[in-house]
């Protein structure tokens, strides 16, 4: 059921009761079960993507979501490519390049379904000089960082997991080309969803007074 804001109630429990909490439990998961997500749990994670802040409410971003094993299997095989060249150029060892090429490709094979954030500019403000349109870029691509966040929290908040990958970055014309996109987007991250077949290790967190670096 949707309410007037445009989001359907929740329809798995909740994992927190207030906002703190859910901030504190989100973790990154590598490891998911062989089980599938519901169509209206995807929808209910896109839709809160889809009230980030945006530079002038313009939502410069579009998403791609994939669940059938073939298409991640060839998109994983397709970045893969370029992600060994950049391995091999840094001058690891092909025994290690190897072993985390095939660690990556299992992460996309295993999850339940990939959510490929893109960027998408051609409704921005324009500017007669190259500085500010530089700039309305550079707000676009924070706006699509608040998306992404807005995707793994609520993710959680219905009982999933995700874990937010960098690849598509380095090669966005790769993914475009694998999976028939428009040329017009510009894939920035690749968001596996499911439900974690365990607990992570989780990172600890630098202290406030090492973050705060002035307050008057």
Same mark, same amino acid.
């Given at each position: 059921? &949707?309410?007037?804001?445009?989001?359907?109630?929740?329809?798995?429990?909740?994992?927190?009761?207030?906002?703190?909490?859910?901030?504190?439990?989100?973790?990154?998961? %590598?490891?998911?079960?062989?089980?599938?997500?519901?169509?209206?749990?995807?929808?209910?994670?896109?839709?809160?993507?889809?009230?980030?802040?945006?530079?002038?409410?313009?939502?410069?971003?579009?998403?791609?979501?994939?669940?059938?094993?073939?298409?991640?299997?060839?998109?994983?095989?397709?970045?893969?490519?370029?992600?060994?060249?950049?391995?091999?150029?840094?001058?690891? $060892?092909?025994?290690?390049?190897?072993?985390?090429?095939?660690?990556? %490709?299992?992460?996309?094979?295993?999850?339940?379904?990939? #959510?490929?954030?893109?960027?998408?500019?051609?409704?921005?403000?324009?500017?007669?000089?190259?500085?500010?349109?530089?700039?309305?870029?550079?707000?676009?691509?924070?706006?699509?960082?608040?998306? #992404?966040?807005?995707?793994?929290?609520? &993710?959680?908040?219905?009982?999933?997991?995700?874990?937010?990958?960098?690849?598509?970055?380095?090669?966005?014309?790769?993914?475009?080309?694998?999976?028939?996109?428009?040329?017009?987007?510009?894939?920035?991250?690749?968001?596996?969803?499911?439900? &974690?077949?365990?607990?992570?290790? %989780?990172? $600890? %967190?630098?202290?406030?007074?090492?973050?705060?670096?002035?307050?008057?």
């Amino acid at each position: 059921m &949707a309410t007037q804001s445009g989001f359907r109630q929740a329809t798995l429990p909740v994992r927190a009761d207030n906002l703190a909490s859910l901030l504190r439990g989100r973790r990154s998961v %590598r490891k998911y079960q062989a089980r599938p997500v519901a169509r209206e749990y995807i929808e209910q994670i896109i839709e809160a993507a889809r009230w980030a802040p945006s530079p002038h409410g313009r939502q410069p971003w579009r998403f791609v979501i994939l669940t059938r094993l073939e298409v991640k299997a060839s998109l994983a095989e397709q970045m893969g490519s370029t992600w060994q060249q950049n391995l091999e150029m840094d001058g690891q $060892d092909a025994e290690i390049v190897n072993i985390r090429l095939e660690k990556s %490709r299992q992460r996309i094979y295993n999850a339940p379904v990939i #959510i490929i954030p893109c960027l998408y500019l051609e409704d921005l403000d324009r500017y007669p000089d190259e500085k500010r349109q530089a700039d309305e870029t550079t707000m676009a691509i924070q706006s699509l960082g608040a998306a #992404i966040q807005n995707i793994l929290l609520m &993710a959680y908040d219905l009982g999933l997991d995700t874990g937010w990958m960098c690849a598509p970055l380095f090669c966005p014309e790769v993914v475009c080309e694998a999976l028939s996109l428009d040329p017009r987007l510009i894939p920035h991250a690749l968001i596996t969803l499911g439900y &974690a077949a365990g607990d992570p290790q %989780r990172r $600890d %967190r630098l202290p406030l007074s090492t973050l705060i670096v002035r307050f008057d």
